[in-house]
């Protein structure tokens, strides 16, 4: 069983900046896709961002390109969501999960964590 544990939210004025990290349980971190995805409520839980095993490759999501930067260090089995120049829109829990695919879909992940709260005040 994969766990994973999101830290890193907050509440930040519009504007802020935020550092979401995402732990991964087990020796095989490497050969997972890493997505970040967000909940709003009573709103479906959407795709924001992708990142390869290898980290060279990522995606995100057209209303966060530009101000949302995916990494991840396999050494310490993280993956990390920066978020600048944060809008009141950005306010969701936001959670990390596990692919063997490089997808946008949640539904081609795998294991999910619990989540992190970030609400951005204007």
């Known amino acids: 069983q994969v766990q994973l544990v999101e830290s890193g939210g907050g509440l930040v004025q519009a504007g802020g900046s935020l550092r979401l990290s995402c732990a991964v349980s087990g020796s095989t971190f490497r050969t997972y896709v890493m997505g970040w995805f967000r909940q709003a409520p009573g709103k479906e839980r959407e795709f924001v961002g992708v990142i390869s095993g290898s980290g060279g490759m990522t995606s995100y999501a057209d209303s966060v390109k530009g101000r949302f930067t995916i990494s991840r260090d396999n050494a310490k089995n993280t993956v990390y969501l920066q978020m600048n120049s944060l809008k009141p829109e950005d306010t969701a829990v936001y959670y990390c999960?596990?692919?063997?695919?490089?997808?946008?879909?949640?539904?081609?992940?795998?294991?999910w964590g619990q989540g992190t709260q970030v609400s951005v005040s204007s």
């Open positions: 999960a596990t692919s063997r695919y490089y997808a946008y879909s949640r539904d081609r992940y795998d294991y």
